[in-house]
């Protein structure tokens, strides 16, 4: 049995960084975030985003708006942000309050400004199969994981748990691109199908948010598994969905949490900044600037 220790990868993706930033010639991209409300767990992670990108030598900066701000007013702030000539990627901290309409919000972020993948035109074209635009960072992460550990997909089966936009949708087509043959189970999919899904299964992700959901019943001997929740359990621990000491004497790979997929999350942000600087200053020059 393997851990895969996020880590090593993404110590690899930070050497891919490092060479596409000598490439920039001294020009250091910048993010900006934007974080409506004052919930703890929020100016935590901002914060956590600032220190990560930091530390890979880019740059960051928070945007913080009140969280009885209008979505009219929003709106506008979204529109200033993504027209400024030094941000070169815009993250949206989500939830947004109930106020706000987020698609919309969203769309007014320019498609190489959207590191995360979550306007209509980056999640078409990943739908449709083209990977040449931005995909959520987490789904990226996970393949990222599965290349590393050299676990393959061509006619193998693959069990998705979670039909999140950011994670279980996207993987779908990424997982469909290297041939795999993918199963999804949510909400409507009954236990017993989804324990017998899962015990057929060569590769399990689970990104359900549900701490304790797998455990060793559910997976075949000397299958992948990678964990993609993030809970607090009854301890106050952060787990994932994978009961980890029971999973990894049945696993032949296994992710943990924490570690495991957000730390290579991160590292694929980071080079998405990067690439989403690139693709502006190409086609800045295409307007003829």
Not at 200 to 209: F, K, N, T
Request: some cysteine; overall charge neutral; hydrophobic content about 40%.
């Amino acid at each position: 049995m393997r851990v895969l220790d996020g880590k090593e990868i993404s110590e690899s993706i930070q050497k891919q960084i490092e060479g596409d930033l000598l490439r920039m010639e001294g020009y250091v991209p910048k993010l900006g975030i934007i974080c409506v409300g004052k919930a703890a767990e929020k100016l935590a992670y901002e914060k956590s985003i600032i220190r990560n990108f930091e530390k890979r030598k880019l740059k960051a900066e928070a945007f913080e708006y009140p969280g009885d701000i209008s979505n009219e007013e929003f709106l506008a702030e979204i529109k200033k942000l993504n027209d400024r000539e030094d941000i070169d990627g815009i993250l949206v901290l989500s939830p947004l309050p109930l106020q706000l309409n987020e698609q919309e919000a969203l769309q007014l972020i320019s498609p190489e400004k959207d590191i995360e993948g979550r306007r209509i035109e980056n999640r078409g074209r990943c739908f449709l199969g083209d990977f040449t635009g931005f995909i959520p960072c987490t789904a990226i992460a996970v393949m990222e994981l599965l290349q590393y550990a050299e676990v393959p997909l061509k006619g193998r089966r693959v069990v998705v748990i979670g039909c999140g936009k950011n994670v279980g949708i996207p993987l779908i087509s990424l997982l469909m691109e290297q041939m795999a043959t993918v199963s999804m189970c949510h909400l409507g999919t009954g236990k017993e199908t989804m324990l017998s899904l899962c015990r057929e299964a060569d590769v399990v992700i689970s990104a359900a948010g549900h701490a304790g959901l797998i455990n060793a019943s559910h997976i075949k001997k000397g299958a992948a598994v990678i964990d993609v929740g993030i809970s607090i359990d009854e301890t106050g621990r952060i787990c994932g969905d994978v009961v980890f000491d029971e999973v990894k004497k049945r696993a032949s790979v296994v992710t943990p949490v924490p570690g495991g997929v957000g730390t290579v999350t991160r590292a694929v942000a980071a080079r998405a900044l990067v690439k989403a600087a690139g693709l502006r200053k190409t086609w800045s020059r295409g307007r003829g600037d």
